[in-house]
């Protein structure tokens, strides 16, 4: 079996230190920006191309999880079947609006990642 190999590519920049459950709305509608390492850059070219983008990222301060869990509306569901940060592999996946790029930093919505989250990987959202 081939080696797990994950890069952190950049990280997200916006206004929110840390964040209670209550407040995943309110981080998804505010503007964010993802900082892609310049060694990376290169792997933007295009990409304004595409309105939405899929952007995965690693939950790094989310501690512990639970299988079965409550979610933000009150429902009890697994945990794959719920948004919850807190997840065996720690991986975060949102559809983002692109709604600027200026070299290597995107600024989208719709992002629900704290400051300073490693992102690790960007895909453009592909229309069927």
Sequence with gaps: MK?????V?????NEWKKA??????????SISTIVVKKEYADGLYKIENFRELNVLF?????????LRTSTRSGDFRGVFACCSPRRPSLIGL???????VEENV????????????????????IPR
Excluded at 9 to 13: E, F, K, N, P, Q
Excluded at 58 to 66: A, I, K, N, P, Q
Excluded at 94 to 100: A, G, I, M, S, Y
Excluded at 106 to 116: P, R, S
């Design 3 to 7: 080696e797990l190999q994950i890069t």
């Design 9 to 13: 590519i950049g990280h997200v920049r």
């Design 20 to 29: 209670k459950p209550f407040e995943a709305d309110a981080i998804k509608s």
């Design 58 to 66: 690693y939950f790094d301060r989310s501690l512990g999880y639970e």
């Design 94 to 100: 949102t559809t983002v609006e692109l709604l600027k």
């Design 106 to 125: 995107l600024t989208v919505t719709g992002l629900d990642a704290i400051n300073n989250t490693p992102v690790l990987d960007i895909k453009p959202v």
